[in-house]
């Protein structure tokens, strides 16, 4: 949105309120090349340092060199240390009239109160699934199927829809409804841990990439939960993510029902908050079974 913002304001061919994303200036702003458009990120250390601020601060203080606005975009504002939010207070109560800042942060808590208060703030809100899956068919050429498939997984955010491969997505929903069917058919303790062993499972190396799969393992078994969960109260299949399962899911609510499944999507949720503080994908397995 930052980067369109910045389009926008200094595209040679404005046409309906949009940049027109084909002109050379459109172009060098995509692509990071265009000079009064300067993006400030984390460096080696995670942070952005007093020195990067000052020397934006400086540029700012010049007018633009061939747009008619200048911006500053900050990505990961809430990286910013404190001295150079504490830099920054006299540039954003009193911004040059041909500049603008932008900060981008999914963690605007951590930012000085000070610096929150001398910004106004625009909240980006989830999209639904099927959004997303507009979106992918639209104009990322995604065939229905596949489409579904990751927005399910999406969390209402079109970037990550984009980041995860649709053949990843498919392997952990398959992943998630072998578990949840084997706690479905309640054959006890020892079936249920094996199926635990089999959902830690994988088969790429390093424990990152472990806590990884079994994330996205997670979050399609809260997809395929949540989806019991609206079959179970009788919802209709159209508000369903994974429809294309609906017929292995139906015969599930008959032993899951809606208490049940009430507790097994907290006990997901709390499996992926444990695996976001880099808890043992096993032992995250292990507890969910005994929660199923």
């Keep these: 949105m930052a980067v369109a913002l910045a389009q926008l304001a200094n595209c040679l061919a404005v046409t309906d309120d949009d940049g027109c994303g084909e002109c050379t200036a459109c172009r060098r702003i995509a692509r990071g090349l ?27 203080a010049f007018r633009p060199f061939e747009g008619r606005k200048r911006f500053v975009v900050i990505d990961e504002a809430d990286a910013l240390v404190w001295d150079a939010q504490s830099a920054l207070l006299k540039t954003l109560e009193e911004p040059p009239s041909t500049s603008v800042f932008i900060l981008v942060s999914a963690r605007p808590d951590a930012l000085l109160s000070t610096v929150r208060s001398r910004c106004p703030q625009l909240r980006f809100g989830p ?10 068919i639209a104009t990322h050429g995604y065939s229905e199927a596949d489409a579904r498939s990751v927005a399910a997984s999406a969390g209402g955010s ?14 952990a929903r398959q992943s998630a409804h072998q578990f949840l069917s084997v706690a479905a058919r309640g054959p006890g303790p020892r079936p249920l841990l094996t199926g635990a062993a089999e959902f830690a499972k994988t088969t790429k190396g390093g424990s990152g990439g472990a806590r990884e799969i079994v994330a996205l393992r997670l979050r399609a078994m809260a997809s395929l939960v949540r989806d019991l969960e609206v079959i179970a109260v009788g919802a209709g299949d159209g508000r369903l ?11 599930m609510t008959r032993v899951l029902d809606r208490r049940r499944l009430l507790g097994t999507f907290a006990a997901v949720v709390r499996a992926m908050g444990a695996i976001e503080r880099n808890a043992s994908p096993k032992i995250v397995a292990d507890w969910l079974a005994f929660q199923l």
């Design 34 to 60: 265009h000079p009064d458009v300067l993006v400030l990120e984390p460096g080696d250390t995670g942070t952005i340092k007093i020195d990067t601020v000052r020397e934006a601060i400086e540029r700012v």
């Design 127 to 136: 999209l639904t699934a099927d959004e997303i899956a507009n979106a992918l």
């Design 158 to 171: 079109l970037g990550r829809a984009l980041e995860e491969a649709s053949d990843a997505f498919r392997d």
């Design 241 to 251: 993510v994974n429809r294309d399962l609906v017929d292995d899911l139906r015969p």
